[in-house]
C-alpha cells in the first residue's frame, strides 16, 4: 500500500492507494470513522453492480449499518434536485452527526455525495472511495465538492475535506478506453504544472497499458502534487489556483457540448493546448511547450482542438470562478513543469482569445 498524508490542521487525512482495496475498505472506514453507527453509501448506475456489492458488504462486516443510494450516471446528475434528494433519504435513514456518508464512484459521485454531507446536519463526515482514473488523480482529493446550475458548472459548492480517500488501481480496468483517456488529461496537467521528470514520464508511455503497468506511480505522483497544494491553499487563493491550467476554456467546452458531448478531461485537454497558445501569445510561455501538450495528449487519445462558438466562449469566460470583478486570473505555463497566475481584463483575454482561436 502506498499512503500519503494530507496535513491540513484539525481535518488531516489519508490517501491510500493499493490493488484489492475494496474488500478492506470496512476496516479503513472503521479506523477513520470510529464512532459511526450508519454509513451512507451513494452511487451512481455504472458503478452500481461493479462495485456497490462488494464494498457493502465489506462496511457491513466492519459493523456499519449500511444504506445505498444510486442514481442515473452522467454529469446531468450533479444537480440542486439530486441534493435535496439525498438530504431526505439521509434524514430518512435516520443519519445523524456522528454516521457518515461513503461517495463510490467517480467525479460525479464524489461531488454530489461530498457537498451532501458538507451541508446535512451542518457536515458529517464522509469517505472517497474514487473510481475512475480522473477521480483518483483530482476530484477526490482537496475537499472541493459541488453541483452544477443552469448558469454553469460546479457554481454552488463548499470546501469539505474527506476522513478517508480509498484508491483501488483495479477498478480502472472497467473503464472504456474514452473515460481512460479523460482521466489521463488531468495526469498531464500535474506535469505540465509542477513536475517536467513526471511530463516526460508520461510522453514516454503513449498508451494505456503502459500507463498501467505504473499506476501506482501515476496515482501517487499525482496526489502528491495536490496534497503539496491542498495543505499551502485550501481555499483556492493562491497556489490551488494552479490546478486549474486548462479549465477556463475547458469549461466553455464542456458548456458548448452541453454536459454530454465533451467529458471534463476531454475539454481539459483541449483547454490545455489553447492556454499553451496563449501563453506564447503573451510572452510568457515557451514557444515549444504547445506542441509538446499537443504531442503528449493526442498519443493518449485526448482532442487537442475542439469546436467552440464565440458566445459560448465569452459566457464560459464570465462565469470562471477565478474571476474578481472585471479581472481574471489565467494559469499559464512559463514552461513545461512551471506555471504561473497571470491576471488580466476579461475584455483583454477574450482579445487574445478571438485572436488564437477565432470565432
Given at each position: 500500500?502506498?499512503?500519503?498524508?494530507?496535513?491540513?490542521?484539525?481535518?488531516?487525512?489519508?490517501?491510500?492507494?493499493?490493488?484489492g482495496l475494496l474488500e478492506k475498505a470496512g476496516?479503513?472506514?472503521?479506523?477513520?470513522?470510529?464512532?459511526?453507527?450508519?454509513?451512507?453509501?451513494?452511487?451512481?448506475?455504472?458503478?452500481?453492480?461493479?462495485?456497490?456489492?462488494?464494498?457493502?458488504?465489506?462496511?457491513?462486516?466492519?459493523?456499519?449499518?449500511?444504506?445505498?443510494?444510486?442514481?442515473?450516471?452522467?454529469?446531468?446528475?450533479?444537480?440542486?434536485?439530486?441534493?435535496?434528494?439525498?438530504?431526505?433519504?439521509?434524514?430518512?435513514?435516520?443519519?445523524?452527526?456522528?454516521?457518515?456518508?461513503?461517495?463510490?464512484?467517480?467525479?460525479?459521485?464524489?461531488?454530489?455525495?461530498?457537498?451532501?454531507?458538507?451541508?446535512?446536519?451542518?457536515?458529517?463526515?464522509?469517505?472517497?472511495?474514487?473510481?475512475?482514473?480522473?477521480?483518483?488523480?483530482?476530484?477526490?482529493?482537496?475537499?472541493?465538492?459541488?453541483?452544477?446550475?443552469?448558469?454553469?458548472?460546479?457554481?454552488?459548492?463548499?470546501?469539505?475535506?474527506?476522513?478517508?480517500?480509498?484508491?483501488?488501481?483495479?477498478?480502472?480496468?472497467?473503464?472504456?478506453?474514452?473515460?481512460?483517456?479523460?482521466?489521463?488529461?488531468?495526469?498531464?496537467?500535474?506535469?505540465?504544472?509542477?513536475?517536467?521528470?513526471?511530463?516526460?514520464?508520461?510522453?514516454?508511455?503513449?498508451?494505456?497499458?503502459?500507463?498501467?503497468?505504473?499506476?501506482?506511480?501515476?496515482?501517487?505522483?499525482?496526489?502528491?502534487?495536490?496534497?503539496?497544494?491542498?495543505?499551502?491553499d485550501e481555499r483556492d487563493t493562491g497556489k490551488?489556483?494552479?490546478?486549474?491550467?486548462?479549465?477556463?476554456?475547458?469549461?466553455?467546452?464542456?458548456?458548448?457540448?452541453?454536459?454530454?458531448?465533451?467529458?471534463?478531461?476531454?475539454?481539459?485537454?483541449?483547454?490545455?493546448?489553447?492556454?499553451?497558445?496563449?501563453?506564447?501569445?503573451?510572452?510568457?510561455?515557451?514557444?515549444?511547450?504547445?506542441?509538446?501538450?499537443?504531442?503528449?495528449?493526442?498519443?493518449?487519445?485526448?482532442?487537442?482542438?475542439?469546436?467552440?462558438?464565440?458566445?459560448?466562449?465569452?459566457?464560459?469566460?464570465?462565469?470562471?470562478?477565478?474571476?474578481?470583478?472585471?479581472?481574471?486570473?489565467?494559469?499559464?505555463?512559463?514552461?513545461?513543469?512551471?506555471?504561473?497566475?497571470?491576471?488580466?481584463?476579461?475584455?483583454?483575454?477574450?482579445?487574445?482569445?478571438?485572436?488564437?482561436?477565432?470565432?
Amino acid at each position: 500500500m502506498k499512503t500519503l498524508t494530507v496535513a491540513l490542521p484539525g481535518r488531516a487525512y489519508d490517501i491510500r492507494i493499493e490493488r484489492g482495496l475494496l474488500e478492506k475498505a470496512g476496516e479503513a472506514v472503521r479506523e477513520a470513522c470510529p464512532k459511526a453507527k450508519r454509513l451512507f453509501v451513494v452511487t451512481d448506475s455504472n458503478v452500481l453492480p461493479l462495485y456497490l456489492g462488494r464494498v457493502a458488504d465489506s462496511l457491513k462486516k466492519a459493523g456499519f449499518q449500511v444504506i445505498c443510494h444510486s442514481f442515473a450516471a452522467g454529469e446531468k446528475a450533479k444537480c440542486a434536485e439530486n441534493l435535496v434528494a439525498l438530504w431526505e433519504k439521509m434524514m430518512a435513514a435516520g443519519l445523524t452527526r456522528t454516521d457518515g456518508v461513503v461517495a463510490l464512484g467517480g467525479g460525479v459521485v464524489g461531488d454530489l455525495a461530498g457537498f451532501a454531507a458538507a451541508t446535512i446536519l451542518r457536515g458529517v463526515d464522509y469517505i472517497q472511495i474514487p473510481t475512475t482514473l480522473l477521480a483518483q488523480v483530482d476530484s477526490s482529493v482537496g475537499g472541493k465538492v459541488a453541483i452544477d446550475l443552469q448558469a454553469g458548472k460546479n457554481l454552488a459548492g463548499a470546501f469539505w475535506q474527506p476522513k478517508l480517500v480509498l484508491m483501488d488501481p483495479d477498478t480502472l480496468d472497467t473503464l472504456t478506453d474514452a473515460t481512460f483517456s479523460g482521466g489521463m488529461a488531468e495526469v498531464i496537467k500535474y506535469g505540465c504544472i509542477w513536475d517536467k521528470n513526471f511530463f516526460d514520464f508520461l510522453a514516454a508511455r503513449p498508451s494505456r497499458a503502459q500507463i498501467m503497468a505504473d499506476i501506482e506511480h501515476v496515482l501517487y505522483t499525482c496526489c502528491d502534487v495536490k496534497r503539496q497544494v491542498v495543505e499551502e491553499d485550501e481555499r483556492d487563493t493562491g497556489k490551488r489556483m494552479l490546478l486549474n491550467f486548462g479549465h477556463t476554456v475547458g469549461h466553455a467546452f464542456e458548456l458548448a457540448g452541453h454536459y454530454t458531448e465533451w467529458s471534463h478531461g476531454e475539454a481539459v485537454a483541449a483547454g490545455m493546448c489553447v492556454a499553451a497558445r496563449l501563453g506564447v501569445a503573451l510572452g510568457v510561455t515557451d514557444t515549444a511547450v504547445p506542441q509538446d501538450i499537443l504531442n503528449v495528449a493526442a498519443s493518449l487519445g485526448l482532442p487537442t482542438h475542439i469546436d467552440c462558438g464565440w458566445e459560448t466562449m465569452v459566457q464560459a469566460v464570465g462565469l470562471d470562478k477565478k474571476r474578481t470583478g472585471d479581472d481574471i486570473t489565467m494559469i499559464l505555463l512559463e514552461r513545461i513543469g512551471k506555471a504561473k497566475p497571470v491576471k488580466m481584463k476579461k475584455d483583454v483575454l477574450l482579445e487574445h482569445l478571438n485572436a488564437i482561436y477565432g470565432r
